[in-house]
C-alpha cells in the first residue's frame, strides 16, 4: 500500500472504531499525544476520549463516508480532509446526524503510521 492508501485506510478503521466501541484499535492508532479538537473549540487528550467512547458519554452509532479530499503527504507526515454523515450522541444530547468534516494530521513514528490530531467542524 502506498502511504496515501494507509492514510486514508487508518481514517476508515478510526471510524468503525468510535461506532464499534473498539478501544484497542483506537489506542493502536491514535498517537499517545492525539489531541482532538471539537466544534466548539473544546480541546480533547486522547484517553479522555477513548475514555468518553467506553462510558458511552460520546455514543457513535454511525458513520457513514461521504468524501476524503485535499489529501497531502510530505514525508513522515500526512493530512486529509474526511466527511461523514455521524450519527451520535455527545455528552448527553439527543441523538443527531452530523455532517462531520475532520481535517486529520498523521505522523509516522517508527515507520507506522498513526493519527496525531484531528480538527472537527461541519460541512
Do not use: C
Not at 33 to 59: A, P, R
Not at 67 to 85: F, H, P, R
Not at 95 to 109: A, I
Amino acid at each position: 500500500m502506498t502511504d496515501e492508501e494507509i492514510i486514508i485506510e487508518l481514517y476508515r478503521i478510526e471510524n468503525e472504531a468510535m461506532v464499534t466501541k473498539n478501544i484497542t484499535k483506537l489506542n493502536e492508532i491514535l498517537a499517545p499525544s492525539m489531541e482532538l479538537i471539537h466544534m466548539t473549540g473544546y480541546v480533547q487528550k486522547k484517553f479522555e476520549w477513548i475514555d468518553q467512547i467506553q462510558n458511552e458519554q460520546m455514543k457513535y452509532f454511525s458513520s457513514k463516508e461521504e468524501n476524503i479530499k485535499d489529501i497531502e503527504v510530505n514525508g513522515d507526515s500526512a493530512t486529509l480532509v474526511g466527511q461523514n454523515q455521524v450519527r451520535a450522541s455527545v455528552w448527553g444530547s439527543n441523538v443527531n446526524t452530523w455532517p462531520l468534516q475532520m481535517k486529520v494530521y498523521f505522523v509516522k513514528q517508527n515507520g507506522q503510521w498513526v493519527i496525531s490530531k484531528q480538527v472537527a467542524s461541519t460541512y
